[in-house]
């Protein structure tokens, strides 16, 4: 399994802060990707990256900016928190077998709370 | 967006029966995942299947796939207490990008 952990843990912010949560694999791994869990929504991609410097927008990308400078980190940034940010934020690497794709691991998860 | 929709969205079992939940889409795919999640942790990866496979298994898990039916599901036999959590399927369209579905939880009694 690929090492990935997830930081920080837990976090309370302010309305109007930024905040950045941080996404470390141990593996090499290519592509990463941000998710954000809601009740009665499931999984939402965020952003992903396919390589450093190469990022997309996923499905809920408005007031999200991710960046990858280097392969081993992926930050996800909220410019300007807001309650409707309150989430469960989940990074995960994609797991390879030379070119085939195998799956996810998932971070233990980051939970913000916006007040 | 291809998500796949789970059935039923909760289950409750008596710990040693059999679990069968559900998943459905719209479109075309390459492959398609199911997971499970623990209260409070993340995501694990259970079993993949591939558009041209019917049926696999591991361990005390059953994967069936249907492409005409655009279906698929997962049976968990001899269910434990430690079986309790929420499943999602995941639609695998393309590339190395996984789309979950909103998930069934399941509560199995001992």
């Known amino acids: 399994d690929a090492g990935i952990t997830q930081s920080p843990r837990h976090k309370v912010t302010e309305t109007g802060t930024p905040v950045t949560l941080r996404c470390h694999q141990t593996e090499n791994h290519r592509y990463m990707y941000w998710y954000r869990q809601d009740p009665g929504h499931g999984l939402r991609l965020i952003h992903y990256?396919?390589?450093?410097?190469?990022?997309d927008k996923g499905e809920v990308s408005d007031g999200y900016s991710v960046s990858r400078s280097k392969t081993e980190d992926f930050l996800l940034t909220l410019e300007s928190a807001t309650s409707s940010q309150t989430s469960v934020y989940f990074c995960?690497?994609?797991?390879?077998?030379?070119?085939?794709?195998?799956?996810?691991?998932f971070g233990s998860g980051t939970r913000l709370t916006v007040v | 967006s291809q998500q796949g929709e789970e059935d039923p969205q909760a289950l409750s079992i008596q710990e040693g029966e059999n679990a069968t939940m559900n998943c459905s889409y719209k479109t075309s795919i390459n492959n398609l995942q199911w997971y499970r999640q623990n209260s409070g942790r993340g995501l694990v990866h259970l079993i993949l299947i591939r558009s041209n496979e019917r049926e696999k298994h591991s361990g005390r898990l059953r994967v069936t796939l249907d492409t005409s039916k655009k279906s698929s599901s997962l049976l968990i036999t001899a269910s434990r207490a430690a079986d309790t959590a929420s499943y999602f399927c995941?639609?695998?369209?393309?590339?190395?990008?996984?789309?979950f579905g909103k998930g069934t939880k399941l509560s199995v009694i001992p």
């Open positions: 995960a690497i994609s797991e390879t077998s030379g070119l085939i794709f195998m799956g996810y691991t």
């Open positions: 990256s396919y390589g450093v410097k190469d990022t």
């Open positions: 995941a639609i695998g369209a393309g590339s190395y990008q996984l789309t």
